[in-house]
């Protein structure tokens, strides 16, 4: 049952990743060349805004790196809630990827009601509240343990790592799902760009939303601390 779980959780873990790609492409390409997960990036931005007098680029980066510290900050404490057991799929992880994903549904909104082409204002908009969410998604799964759906560079390092010195990573199968799924995303993602804009909050919402019903459907114990009077 345990293992079981385990594999669960490893394939929801990948399937979110398809999100993130998909946000970083939709942010990067349509929102000032920014990313909402890569935020280390968009540090590096800010030092080249300032060293190249780029007020726009400074802005833009710092709008995405402030809302990513928000959403950290709202998340973390959200999905650090304790319950009775241990599990491996902690109720609190399931209800900020929901507060997520209505996050991601005003993006949408906001999307649509731009034409599908923000610009000014509401891109800076739009930029912050992509970034809050990927703030909240990395707050939640930091909570399952040594794992990650926002910034990958370490899971690429460890997985090189592990690979070229003969050892094993734990959850390279994991590894290799969300490395390959990342840039899945983002092909889908600017594939719709391109051709058909207005479904690109399509491959944003529908791999978050198929986690929170798989996560709540397939854990009992999720189950039980959603419903009323269930496990009782």
Do not use: C
């Not at 939709?26 to 590096?44: E, K, P, Q």
């Not at 997985?159 to 092909?187: E, N, Y």
């Not at 929170?212 to 009077?229: K, M, N, Y």
Request: no cysteine; glycine share 12%; proline share 4%.
């Amino acid at each position: 049952m345990i293992r079981s779980h385990m594999s669960t959780r490893d394939s929801l873990v990948v399937l979110l990743t398809l999100t993130t790609g998909a946000v970083d492409v939709t942010s990067f390409l349509a929102l000032g060349n920014v990313f909402s997960s890569v935020v280390t990036g968009d540090m590096v931005l800010l030092g080249a805004a300032a060293g190249t007098g780029r007020p726009e680029l400074a802005v833009h980066s710092g709008v995405a790196l402030a809302g990513y510290l928000a959403g950290v900050m709202a998340g973390a404490p959200l999905a650090a809630r304790r319950h009775h057991a241990s599990r491996t799929w902690p109720p609190s992880v399931t209800i900020t990827l929901a507060v997520e994903l209505v996050i991601l549904v005003a993006f949408s909104v906001g999307w649509e009601l731009a034409g599908t082409h923000p610009s000014g204002g509401g891109q800076l908009a739009l930029v912050a509240v992509l970034a809050v969410a990927m703030g909240l998604q990395a707050a939640a799964i930091r909570r399952l343990g040594q794992m990650s759906t926002t910034y990958l560079t370490s899971t690429l390092t460890a997985l090189v790592a592990g690979l070229v010195t003969g050892s094993k990573p734990d959850g390279m199968a994991r590894s290799l799902g969300v490395l390959a799924t990342l840039i899945l995303g983002a092909v889908i993602a600017s594939i719709l760009l391109e051709e058909a804009r207005a479904w690109v909050p399509l491959v944003i919402l529908v791999p978050l939303g198929l986690v929170i019903v798989a996560s709540v459907a397939g854990f009992e114990w999720v189950r039980d601390h959603l419903t009323p009077g269930r496990g009782r």
